[in-house]
């Protein structure tokens, strides 16, 4: 690995850290409110069934964006149900624009890094799925063996529906379709949820294109729904008509979208990552001095437990590592 591709790496990682700092030290400071999933699935549940049961919290989900090992592990010890992992993080990672730029190898390395090293039910965003649905089939098996609980699958063609606004192409009703039959073959598990994302009416096309592409998504066997730019009102026709569980991006309490019949929200927290970093910087640039900004930084306790000290101080001692 490059020297360039470490230090972005350290960077991103500490940046993460910086994020949990200002959730630990200051969202969730003393006396602070918390959120809480109620009724919280047994721990001995596979991820797929614990993210069902989340789905299922008549609380609303909570699901904090999720773009590293480090705060899918901090969104576990906050006492989440389960978290998103959607392709801005994988942007992040390069530098790069959310606009689907990334290869389908690429993506999938970034999702497998995470989901192999936590426990989190998390939901992972497939983008297209490679567009064809043969591709579709590998992307979930592979999603899938790493622990993915739910995948996503948008109606996007390629990065021309997301560098184009009004008009831009999107997939065809019979491609989704397959592209959905092909996810729900893949599964081994049934327990794993294939939600369909859809960006028709961010693109300008009409309600009902998206209603009819949902229900014929439906017919074939997805579990779930985000229909991107749907107003709340549209959020609970949808509901209505579709029967099955939606999502919505969020920053307001689970309140607001669950009475128009949303069952879980994506939070984008980690934006509060860079957010630090940089406050950091200006602080070094213009006083000199790393104080203030350094507050933020996560216990020293919390830092250990995230990467499990104590247990690897233990395997150094048993395999004569540590004297």
């Not at 099955?244 to 509060?272: C, I, T």
Request: hydrophobic share 45%; charged share 20%; net charge positive.
């Amino acid at each position: 690995m490059s020297n360039h591709r470490q230090s972005r790496r350290r960077f991103v990682t500490h940046a993460g850290l910086a994020a949990g700092g200002v959730l630990g030290s200051t969202i969730m400071g003393a006396g602070a409110p918390q959120v809480r999933q109620a009724a919280s699935a047994p721990a001995s549940m596979s991820r797929a069934a614990r993210f069902r049961a989340a789905v299922a919290n008549p609380q609303g989900f909570v699901m904090p964006v999720v773009n590293s090992v480090m705060m899918a592990r901090l969104c576990e010890m906050e006492g989440f149900s389960g978290g998103f992992m959607g392709g801005s993080g994988f942007a992040a990672q390069y530098g790069l624009p959310n606009l689907s730029l990334g290869t389908l190898t690429e993506v999938m390395n970034y999702m497998n890094q995470v989901l192999e090293n936590t426990d989190l039910p998390i939901l992972a965003d497939a983008e297209d799925g490679g567009g064809s649905p043969v591709i579709v089939y590998r992307v979930v098996q592979g999603l899938e063996r790493a622990g993915a609980a739910c995948i996503m699958i948008e109606d996007a063609i390629d990065p021309r529906t997301h560098f184009n606004g009004k008009g831009a192409p999107v997939a065809s009703a019979e491609l989704m379709v397959n592209r959905v039959k092909a996810a729900v073959d893949a599964r081994k598990d049934a327990n794993v949820m294939i939600l369909v994302r859809s960006d028709a009416s961010v693109k300008g096309y009409p309600e009902q294109h998206t209603l009819d592409l949902a229900a014929a998504c439906s017919a074939a066997g997805a579990d779930a729904f985000y229909l991107s730019g749907f107003t709340l009102d549209q959020q609970q026709k949808a509901r209505t008509l579709l029967k099955k569980p939606l999502m919505v991006g969020s920053s307001g309490p689970a309140a607001e979208w669950k009475s128009k019949g949303v069952d879980m929200a994506y939070y984008h927290v980690e934006y509060a990552a860079l957010g630090a970093v940089h406050m950091a910087l200006k602080e070094l640039k213009t006083t000199g001095r790393f104080v203030e900004t350094a507050k933020m930084r996560l216990p020293a306790d919390i830092e250990a437990r995230l990467v499990d000290q104590a247990g690897w101080q233990a395997r150094a001692k048993k395999y004569g590592v540590m004297i």
